[in-house]
């Protein structure tokens, strides 16, 4: 697996793949942020300072019958500019949010063919994370 394939098929780009562990039926992939590329999420500002990490699954589109899940350690940083102290962005996945927006994706075009538990039973999730991305994609 290379980073152009965590492009291509999962649309996670400016991430560096690391490795691939199976288990149980399930790959996880482990990625990680370039330091130069680290950013604040208040200003923008390129002037950060690290202040710890916080590892972080998403769940992806799976491939196949495997489940596929994002491992990621997310950079806190602090802004020497705004002097704000928070985690920097995700571009693959909204706030709060334990699946990427490839997974949002490929739920909505399962909707519009399955019910909503045929898709929940498909992917392995919850009635109510089916029925959450129903109603944020309305």
Request: glycine content about 6%; hydrophobic content about 40%; overall charge positive.
């Amino acid at each position: 697996m290379s980073t152009s394939f965590l492009y291509h098929v999962f649309g996670i780009r400016g991430y560096k793949y690391v490795r691939v562990d199976y288990e149980g039926g399930e790959a996880t992939v482990m990625i990680r942020q370039e330091s130069n590329a680290l950013r604040c999420p208040v200003c923008n500002s390129r002037y950060v300072i690290r202040r710890g990490r916080v590892w972080r699954r998403f769940r992806t589109t799976p491939i196949g019958r495997k489940a596929m899940w994002i491992l990621l350690a997310v950079q806190r940083v602090y802004c020497r500019t705004c002097e704000a102290l928070q985690q920097v962005r995700i571009g693959f996945a909204d706030p709060r949010r334990t699946y990427t927006k490839a997974f949002e994706r490929y739920a909505v075009e399962l909707s519009r063919h399955m019910t909503i538990l045929d898709v929940a039973n498909h992917l392995n999730v919850s009635w109510d994370v089916i029925k959450d991305i129903q109603k944020r994609n309305l």
